[in-house]
Structures are given as structure tokens and as C-alpha cells.
């Protein structure tokens, strides 16, 4: 059974920093793709940031220039940092990750930026 352990998140004012991190659990196989999607009240799941086994990243426009993505293959393990963070930025932010072609998702943390 994969399980994704999420950690991170929480408030944060605007313009401050977040770091997220995920850890694929119990997996015999390969993680070809890890990433982090976000989804807040009212609108559909987007995506943030991910980067495959090989090295290639893909970062969604809302976040673009302000988020970095890092991966540890040994551990299958990634880090999202969040930079100038917004009141827009809040959202539940889930991490996904993709084995054997099959999608798993995490349970999400919250993110909320405020003064």
C-alpha cells in the first residue's frame, strides 16, 4: 500500500516563505513522478510544481518564478519551496505521486496566507 506523508504548511503572512515536503512510503516500484497540486474553495485541482524520475520539471503558471521543486530519488522524497507567498496561495496543496502508471494522492495540508 503507497502512502504519501505530507509535512508543512500552515499560515503564513503575505510575502513570507513555505516549504512543503512529501515522502512515497511502502512502494516496491518505481516513482516515476512526484509533484504538488494545490486546490482552493471553489475551484479545480492545479498544479504547482513536479519533476519525474529523470530530472524534468514542469511548474504551473500560478505559481511560476516563486516556487522550486527538489527531489531525492534514494528516498523518494520531494521538497516544495514557496516564496513572496500571496492571499491568492491559499489553498489545500496535495502531493501526488505516479507508479505503474497509477496516480496516488496524499490527504493535503492546508497553506493559508494571511496577515
Known amino acids: 500500500q503507497v502512502q504519501l506523508v505530507e509535512s508543512g504548511g500552515g499560515l503564513v503572512q503575505p510575502g513570507g516563505s513555505l516549504r512543503l515536503s512529501c515522502a512515497a512510503s511502502e512502494t516496491n516500484h518505481e516513482v516515476l513522478l512526484m509533484g504538488w497540486y494545490r486546490q482552493a474553495a471553489g475551484r479545480q485541482r492545479e498544479l504547482v510544481a513536479q519533476?519525474?524520475?529523470?530530472?524534468?520539471?514542469n511548474y504551473g503558471y500560478s505559481m511560476l518564478g516563486r516556487v522550486t521543486i527538489s527531489r531525492d530519488n534514494t528516498k523518494n522524497v520531494i521538497d516544495l519551496r514557496m516564496n513572496s507567498l500571496r492571499p491568492e496561495d491559499t489553498a489545500v496543496y496535495y502531493c501526488k505521486a505516479v507508479i505503474l502508471g497509477v496516480e496516488h494522492w496524499g490527504q493535503g495540508t492546508q497553506v493559508t496566507i494571511s496577515s
Open positions: 519533476v519525474s524520475r529523470d530530472e524534468v520539471y
